[in-house]
């Protein structure tokens, strides 16, 4: 295998120095693991050799397991590709060789990277290296020892938290916590390891094992304590998860029997842990992730980003204010325009306001904070457009305001620059239909709080230039957004694909279902609120807005109510006035209003559709299935229609951009462990019920009737015979 490799070079010294390198992040494919073991024997059979050192190659120490052996388990359900490391390579062969081994590390150590360095006698780090067992994070635990080392070596309370919590430290905080023994610069680190080998080999420097270590553990009865307060915190945080109960009961069994019975059990339910449906999801989100940047014919024609130094954004409203407040934040200087002094000064506020609420999170300094807002420039025209590199045009979503901004800014801005658009709704045809300058118009659609959630989606047309979209896709990474590359459509790939997730809601409510009910199942479900709480917080403009829009381009296929305007008409404007389905009161979590449901029963009245006049009569299940179902069936015509690269774009933008739970792969992934015939056969059923809303697209019908993977790509054959269907 090309580029994985275990090589060990011996000095005159007597130190073995064993480097793994596996490029880009060393991850420890199983040739790595039968390497380590080979090196290790040579080690301890030659004379010549008094300790070891191991290292990562190229600046990194690794970045663990290799994730591709967990995805290669979940297809295959075959464990047998899962070497045995954590007593064979790391108990036997390396903690209690004849020689010592000290951990060089540089760039980062995590997962399975920390564990075999955690299973070296000494840790020797430069300072800014990445420390960290973000195993949970993939539905399963450190299976390498970590659940035992870390506590040994940190304490009970800063070990769980790292796990936990998924949270990597510092080196130098490393050093603090006791994991770390010594900091060092780049430049030292093999010297200082070598000779920090030889000092243990000689018995200048202790010879350590972390896992008999108990001081570190604390009394019995505090360890109790500590694991019983996670616990509850892990039920909390993580109720739909099986990984971090799992993982404290790895924890407890060490704190009770000592580490090497705990290593035992960590791994026996490691390999339990591998095979659920959680981890399945979890490591298909992580390389869904990392595919979307990669983007035919942009990303693979040998095109090299440019340089934005400089945007401009138009509209301090919410949207604009939390774009600007993205971009300052990574050090990219903004032009803020505004129409007049009052609303330029309101965004500017806004802007000051976001940032405080980093400062006040502790995630931003009062010193970054001064030198973000010093980035910041509000201007009442177009004339300091002359030099920006990119606009993002912010404004309410009116088709003639935004024709004029365009029509404008194409004659104030430089012809490179980027003209881009954060409508979440309006073709970008229409938006641009007044320049000359198709080939730079594109879509960046955040989504609200913008300086705050993860993702991008940018919409490309039918002219826009791979430059310009690798640009915006570069951008996005800067300002730490995962950008995810979509075709041009009404509400584009995200808000498109879940319209009918608030419809279905509605008519669910129409036809008798209570409310408060239909928000329960969802969040049960594992989305951050319900459909009609999010329909508060984002307030009942966005819905009233889009209306019409969604009216003639999704025709046959609405449902239709006059509940919002109802709900306006009563005072109630969602959380921005404190009223909407639930009530909302500084300092308290929001209440279900009672009162709303006289306005409902008004609003059923005259929709007047419950057969028979009857509420219906359903179960948890059949609410879950009736408002997500319709949502997967909008994502087969997304699909059908190219307007996403591949099926897993969907899954990271439903999951980045709506709050899909990530341990089920993203909306999808989900779909596709539900099965396309069930879904098939439940949508045709309520089609016939309750009309058209229901109706299954040809595409998903194929799907199910011949078999095939939703998220397998559409030919132009199969596109051909559905259109006769
Ligand atoms: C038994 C053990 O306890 C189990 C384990 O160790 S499980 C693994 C635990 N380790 C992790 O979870 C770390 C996962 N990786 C990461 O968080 C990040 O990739 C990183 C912080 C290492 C680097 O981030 P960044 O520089 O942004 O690069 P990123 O794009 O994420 O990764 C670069 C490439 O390395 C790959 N990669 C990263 N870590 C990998 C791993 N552990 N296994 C396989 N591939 C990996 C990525 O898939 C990506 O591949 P691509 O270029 O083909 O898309």
New binding site residues.
Partial sequence: MAGIRVSMDVGGDGVAVITISNP??N??HPAIISGLKEKYAEAMNRGDVKAIVLTGDNGKFS??????V?AQIHKTGDLSSLPD?SVELVVNIMEDARKPSVAAIQG?A????L?LAMGCHARISTPEA?LG???L??G?????G?TQRLPRLVGLKKAIEMMLQSKSITATEGKEYGLIDALVSPKELIEISRQWALDIAERRKPWISSLRRTDRLGSLSEARQILQAARQQAKRIAPNMPQHQVCLDAIEEGVNFGGYAGVLKEAKL?KELVLSSTSKGLVHV??AQ??T??VPNVTDVGLKPRQIKKVAVIGGGLMGSGIATALILSNIPVVLKEVDTKFLQRGQKLIAANLEGLVKKGSLTQDKMKKALSLLEGVLDYSEFRNVDMVIEAVIEKIPLKQSIFADIEKACPPHCILATNTSTIDLNIVGERTHSQDRIIGAHFFSPAHVMPLLEIVRMEKTSPQVILDLMNVGKIIKKVPVVVGNCTGFAVNRTFFPYSQGAHLLVHLGVDVFRVDRVISKFGMPMGPFQLQDVAGYGVALAVKDIYDSAFKGRLFKSGLVELMVENGRQGKSNGKGYYIYEKGSKPRPDPSVHSIIEESRRRTNIMPGGKPINVSDQDILEMIFFPVVNEACRVMDENIVVRASDLDIASVLGMGFPRYRGGLVFWAETVGAPYIYSRLNKWAELYGGFFKPSPYLEERAKNGLPLSLPSTSSSQASRARL
């Fill in positions: 880009p992040v991850a420890l970045g663990g397991f290799d994730i591709n967990f490391v980062l995590l997962g399975g990277g564990e990445q067992l973000p195993e994070t993939l399963v635990i450190p299976g390498f970590g490691f992580f390389f990392r595919a940047s990669k």
